[in-house]
């Protein structure tokens, strides 16, 4: 199991608006910030979201992700088909002392 | 541009070796942390070990501490990951990825494309 816990899929429309949920503790998210990384089919992750809620140059803003306690979220906006993908949230452990991830979210585009 | 090329995959019998290397370019290699994530088939992402820009800190997953040890050479711009006692769940896809920063707490901004060990008899 993973020690960051994400449901295993989620699904939407395009031009819907979908949020993936990201639980964790207070020695991860709790007290650390959350990273959230989209894997196109048979590519690299690529880094979508850091520090809670700042995007990379490059990431359209329909991406956004939030924090609030040991939770974390990442909201997409206006849903695309190429968005089809699966969504990873990380944040540093401070007991474990190294990274910890999710077990990923699939998403897909109906 | 960031490149990380991931290389040294294949092919091993349980309780032999492998070293795996990456070879980075397009930054400054020796300011940043390094990190090697795994990918096991089908699965979701496990982080497996990070370097200090220096080398000088080193952190491991708990499944791989011991056996497992992350090197680099800012001469060389190389990254790493000698692999000993490797066990069948220790197949995945290896990715190598760059820290935000100078400390391994830096989050992987940028990852190669990875390359594949699978331990199998």
């Known amino acids: 199991q993973s020690v960051l816990t994400q449901p295993p899929s989620a699904s939407g429309t395009p031009g819907q608006r979908v949020t993936i949920s990201c639980s964790g503790s207070?020695?991860?998210?709790?007290?650390?910030?959350v990273y959230w990384y989209q894997q196109l089919p048979g590519t690299a992750p690529k880094l979508l979201i850091f520090?809670?809620?700042q995007r990379p140059s490059g990431v359209p803003d329909r991406f956004s992700g939030s924090k609030s306690g040991t939770s974390a979220s990442l909201a997409i906006s206006g849903l695309r088909s190429e968005e089809e993908a699966n969504y990873y949230c990380?944040?540093?452990?401070?007991?474990?002392?190294?990274?910890?991830f999710g077990g990923g979210t699939k998403l897909t585009v109906l | 541009e960031v490149q990380l090329e991931e290389s040294g995959g294949g092919w091993v019998q349980p309780g032999r070796s492998l070293r795996l290397s990456c070879a980075a370019s397009?930054?400054?290699?020796?300011?940043?942390?390094m990190h090697w994530v795994r990918q096991a088939p089908g699965k979701g992402l496990e982080w497996v070990s990070g370097?200090?820009?220096?080398?000088?800190?080193?952190g491991y997953a708990d499944s791989v501490r011991g056996r497992f040890i992350i090197s680099r050479d800012n001469a060389k711009n190389s990254l790493h990951l000698q692999m000993n006692s490797l066990r069948a769940e220790d197949t995945a896809l290896y990715y190598c990825?760059?820290?935000?920063?100078?400390?391994?707490?830096?989050?992987?901004?940028?990852w190669g494309q990875g390359t594949l060990v699978t331990v199998s008899s």
């Open positions: 990380a944040a540093w452990d401070d007991s474990l002392g190294g990274w910890v």
């Open positions: 397009g930054f400054t290699f020796d300011d940043y942390a």
């Open positions: 520090r809670n809620n």
């Open positions: 207070s020695s991860n998210i709790g007290s650390n910030f």
């Open positions: 370097i200090t820009w220096d080398g000088d800190d080193r």
């Open positions: 990825a760059k820290g935000e920063s100078s400390g391994y707490y830096s989050w992987p901004d940028t």
